[in-house]
Structures are given as C-alpha cells and as structure tokens.
C-alpha cells in the first residue's frame, strides 16, 4: 500500500552550447529573482532570457535565498570557479528583474552587471513556484511542488551560453506507476520544497559547464 502512496512528475531540461569558446574563470552570481514579486502567482509567465513560458504559483519566504546559498554552496564544494556575488539593497533586484523584460533588454542588463564587477559570465536564476506541502511525510494534503530556471550568459557578448529548467510536483503513483524507482530512492515519503529544489539543483548542476 505504500508502494501506491506517491511518484513525481519532473520536467528537467538543460541546454548548452559547444566547450569551444566558453571556457571562463571568473562568475557573477546574482540572487534569484522571486518571479511572484513581479508577477502575481498562477499565472504564466515568460522569461526574459529564454523566452519559455511557466506556470508561476504560490512561492514560499526565503526560497530564493535558498535556491541562491544553495547554487553558491555547490560552486564553492565542486568547482574552482572564481565566485563574485553582489548583494542587492532590498527592491533594486525585483527592479532590475521587471525593469527588462524583453530578452534582449534582459541579456544587456546582466551582461553590463557582469562586466561592472570584472566577470567573464553571470549566472542569473527565477523562481517560478516554491509550495511547501501540506502534512508530514507520509501522508500530505497537498504536495510540494518547485519550478526554476538558471542561465549563464556571456558578459563580452550577452549571449545566453548555458540554460536549465527544473519543475516537479508529487503525485500519487496511483496515477504514474512509472515514478516506483524516484519513491524508492526517495525513502517513500513526500518531500519538502526544499529537498524537491535540492534533488533539481544536483540534477542541472550535473550539467554545469566545468572549468
């Protein structure tokens, strides 16, 4: 009966350009944008680097500044990039985020970001959707359910080098049998947003461009 308790339906995307001419050292990491800030929730909502379009929803106090420790964290453990991380006085990150929406209004911001604090790249992220769940972790009323995006984009060029995507929401296996290796792997318990953000972070940055 446990077996049936619950899967995941994950969408995981990651694209990338070839290794010639993407080699950098120096990376900019700006704090998540919290998109529901600018936005409003449920609603669809395009982003101005890649132009795809997600589904925006309910996103938790703090889940951007976890996505964001989070990313800087794994680069700090797992890579010998050279880490530059500016900090936003509260209202001017929502409004460099709403002040460009078009793509290429979007891309010249944060490459002029990049080449200010002498950085090669600047890794950008949104936060789509970050809803805690409802009960324990054996039985909830509702689940969590995460959406964001990541993009590196290239200061000398504006040019978007490297992109990922990552949503999940759990749900019964009752309706996807095909989720039974995820639960097992899982400990057959309904997650938390965190640890669904958690399981995505380690998904893309299996992806991320090495130095």
Known sequence: MLVLLYGCQTRVYV????????????????PFNDV????????????PVCGQVFMSGEVADGAANFLTDQSLAWFKQHTDYEL??????????????????????????????????????????FVYRFRERVGKGYGVESPASVAFAM?????VDGRTIWSAHFEETQKSLGDDLFQ??????????????????????EKIFKKFPKS
Not at 16 to 27: A, D, L, N, T
Not at 151 to 155: D, S
Not at 185 to 196: C, Q, V, Y
């Open 15 to 30: 694209s990338e350009v070839s290794s010639e001419g993407v080699k950098f050292k120096k990376i900019l990491v700006l």
């Open 36 to 47: 529901s800030k600018t936005s409003g929730e449920s609603v669809d909502n395009r982003c």
């Open 84 to 125: 530059i991380f500016e900090r936003f006085r509260e209202g001017s990150l929502t409004a460099l985020y709403s002040e460009n929406q078009t793509t290429v209004a979007a891309k010249k911001a944060f490459a002029d970001k990049g080449r200010d604090n002498n950085a090669e790249v600047v890794l950008v992220g």
């Open 151 to 155: 993009h590196l984009i290239r200061v």
């Open 180 to 201: 039974l290796g995820s639960f097992l792997s899982r400990g057959g318990r309904w997650l938390t947003a965190e640890e669904l953000a958690m399981s995505g972070l």
